[in-house]
């Protein structure tokens, strides 16, 4: 998830950045020079460090070496086997499927439920038989089991719905089936209710959550009772349940009075959740939603002006007053986006006003008047208030004004090409380039790619790679659109290109037969010598006990992080090597989304920096429980130096972002934050 991407519940956490990654996969090598003590006891000798570098190695450049996997998994090291074991998944070992299916009986649990994971990522349908019968053995396996199960969908739904008939199952193994029910469709309602009056708050939760993601009557029902349960996060998946689209008019006023109640809950989460259900029952919810403005807490007014715009008025006089009751940049942000969309227009936006936001001193005003912009009714107020930020000195601006040109959902926005899109291939700052390149890819033609060409020549000199991979899409989707008429010249100019050495530009390119002769270009490679530096730096304190942690000390307090070292090594040596260099000092949580994360790492502070590379995921079992760490993407292999906190459980991340650590200490920081806050410092032990 990187930048603004990530959007609640669904998308990315992020934006696309460069790609430094790199090859390998060979035999191992033998003789054990030097023993090193693990904290179970296990001695990881030079073999064993060579071992996990060849692995990493593979992972890395996601180039399946079966032997080195099988030799691995022979290994005496259990670290080593471990490792082999999670690889086949990273790396999308499907010709290793049935071992992996073999690994499940295997007699160290750690390789086993690695083994199940491994089929989870990998979607394996013929793996529901040996995943079925893995849910009655240990319990880390079993976890896996179902969490695989719940991967593959569809073809497992009878042993999903089977194993939860029975009585015996373990709560940890119950509580990951009842999320696996979420896969399925449609989920199995009936038969999840029961699980909501369970003793153990947990799996009333993991009920609660498939249950609450359905439109099923019953299940709406169950949601309405699910309101008065005793634990918050449970009252917060009722919350955001019990929205208008779910209720029918059948339901629809119990539901109000129900929201109502949980508006003033003492949870911020049920709160945050509450107000986001109550604008679906626009002016009926007013009164609720208003007092909501000036809640204790500052997201939940966040929240609120968010979706102002869906209870009140378009008159002056309540925008005003809503704007008076928080002073708050990020408060005032959300509303004035939501007076827009209503129809009302608030003082900031006015050239005339002595406090108007369009030309304010601080960038962030001036884009946040341009945002506001593409929330217009109208394309004359998307004129009106975007179209003076093109030509800003700031790119940041630029950007948010032609953002809101580019996705204004309107037929006008293509009368705006040459006028407004267009010279913009031309500008400063790679993400205008970026976004207009997409937003032109939608009606790529043959005529504009002579000017597309350009505008790539001018992306290599980017130290981030946006630029150049929207061009690409725009010279393939050119292709595929309108071949019949690309001249041979400029079919030529295409192909003369030179293959780009970015990873993520390659497999872009390649999408495409206009770029058929990057074929034979070779990616780059990294020496096995610079991962055996990782694994005795980052890999062999974490398995001696000594794993590193982070204090991320911010504006409001600190958070102590513990880092995932055996699980994401690579992740948590670039977090740690950014976070020695003095990359996250003074840096912003450039977006915070209430009750679900707090985003950080760009320096540029809209969501669109990084530093300069790229690294691989590497999923694990680790999952996105309450102040878990992931990296920010925009699809998969995108991270760089953007990372998230979860405010709350988000199932739906588990295996899709690396977890590569969790909050130990200092959620009441974390609770707190609010987008534009700034770190002060990252401390790594």
């Known amino acids: 998830m990187r930048g603004n991407t990530l959007s609640y519940g669904t998308r990315y956490l992020g934006r696309i950045q460069g790609i430094a990654l790199l090859v390998g996969g060979a035999m191992l090598v033998g003789g054990c020079a030097r023993l090193r003590p693990t904290a179970d006891g296990e001695l990881l000798g030079d073999d064993a460090v060579v071992a996990h570098a060849r692995l990493l190695q593979m992972a890395d450049t996601r180039a399946m070496d079966t032997l080195l996997v099988r030799q691995a998994l022979a290994a005496s090291t259990p670290s080593v086997r471990a490792a082999a074991a999670l690889a086949i998944g990273q790396v999308s070992g499907r010709t290793l499927n049935h071992l992996a299916r ?8 750690a390789v086993a439920a690695n083994a199940a994971y491994s089929l989870g990522l990998l979607r394996d349908t013929a793996s529901v038989p040996a995943l079925t019968g893995a849910l009655g053995g240990r319990q880390s396996v079993a976890v896996e089991a179902a969490w695989a199960l719940g991967q593959i969908g569809a073809p497992s739904r009878a042993a999903i719905e089977d194993a939860l008939s029975k009585a015996a199952l373990p709560e940890p193994v119950l509580a990951s089936l009842l999320l696996a029910t979420a896969k399925l469709r449609p989920v199995p309602v009936a038969q999840l209710i029961p699980f909501l009056r369970h003793s ?5 939760w993991s009920a609660a959550y498939p249950v609450s993601r359905t439109l099923a009557p019953a299940g709406v029902r169950a949601m309405l009772d699910a309101a008065r349960d005793e634990s918050a996060p449970v009252r917060a998946l009722a919350a955001r349940a019990l929205g208008r689209s779910a209720t029918g008019d059948s339901l629809a006023a119990e539901a109000l009075g129900a929201l109502d109640t949980l ?3 003492s949870s911020a989460h049920v709160r945050i959740n509450a107000v986001r259900s109550l604008a679906s029952y626009g002016s009926a919810a007013t009164t609720a939603v208003v007092a909501l403005t000036a809640d204790r807490d500052a997201n939940v007014r966040i929240a609120t002006a968010q ?4 209870v009140l008025p378009p008159q002056r006089s309540v925008w005003i007053s809503a704007w008076n009751a928080d002073t708050a940049f990020m408060y005032r942000r959300s509303l004035l986006v939501s007076a827009v969309r209503a129809g009302a227009m608030l003082p900031a936006l006015s050239p005339a006003s002595a406090d108007g936001w369009a030309s304010h001193a601080d960038w962030r005003y001036r884009a946040a008047a341009a945002e506001a912009g593409g929330s217009a009714r109208s394309s004359s107020a998307l004129l009106e208030n975007a179209l003076p930020h093109v030509g800003d000195a700031d790119g940041r601006v630029r950007l948010a004004a032609y953002t809101a040109f580019a996705t204004y959902a309107d037929s006008s926005r293509f009368a705006w090409r040459n006028q407004i899109l267009v010279p913009a291939l031309n500008d400063p700052d790679f993400y205008v380039r970026a976004t207009v390149l997409q937003a032109l890819g939608s009606r790529a033609s043959a005529a504009e790619t002579p000017g597309i060409l350009a505008s790539y020549q001018r992306a290599l ?3 981030l790679n946006d630029a150049r991979i929207a061009a690409v899409r725009y010279l393939a989707a050119a292709w595929k659109r309108d071949s019949t008429n690309f001249p041979d010249s400029v079919r030529a100019m295409v192909q003369a290109l030179k293959p780009s050495d970015d990873p993520l530009v390659r497999a872009e390119a390649l999408e495409s037969s206009i770029f058929s002769s990057w074929i034979a270009a070779p990616p780059g490679r990294r020496r096995l010598d610079w991962y055996q530096r990782k694994v005795r730096s980052v890999l062999l304190p974490a398995l001696a006990g000594r794993p590193l942690s982070a204090t991320i000390q911010t504006e409001r307090g600190a958070m102590t992080v513990e880092l995932f070292s055996i699980d994401a090594p690579l992740t948590v040596d670039n977090f740690a090597s950014l976070a020695r260099a003095g990359y996250y000092r003074n840096v912003q949580f450039h977006r915070v989304v209430p009750n679900f994360v707090a985003q950080d790492g760009d320096p540029r502070g809209d969501g ?3 530093p300069g590379y790229a690294i691989r995921d590497e999923l694990n079992r680790r999952r996105y429980g309450r102040g878990a760490v992931g990296m920010a993407l925009s699809g998969p292999d995108t991270g760089g130096s953007q990372y998230f906190i979860t405010h709350s459980p988000q199932p739906h991340l588990d295996g899709g972002y690396t977890v590569f ?8 920081v974390l609770d707190a934050l609010v987008q534009g806050d700034r770190i002060l410092q990252v401390r790594i032990r």
């Open 102 to 109: 073999s690994l499940l009986a295997d007699g160290d649990s």
């Open 200 to 204: 153990n708050a947990e799996i009333r």
């Open 263 to 265: 508006a003033r809950d």
């Open 307 to 310: 979706i102002l715009g869906t």
């Open 461 to 463: 000199a980017d130290s």
């Open 608 to 610: 669109n920096g990084g």
């Open 661 to 668: 650590g969790r909050i130990l200490d200092g959620f009441e």
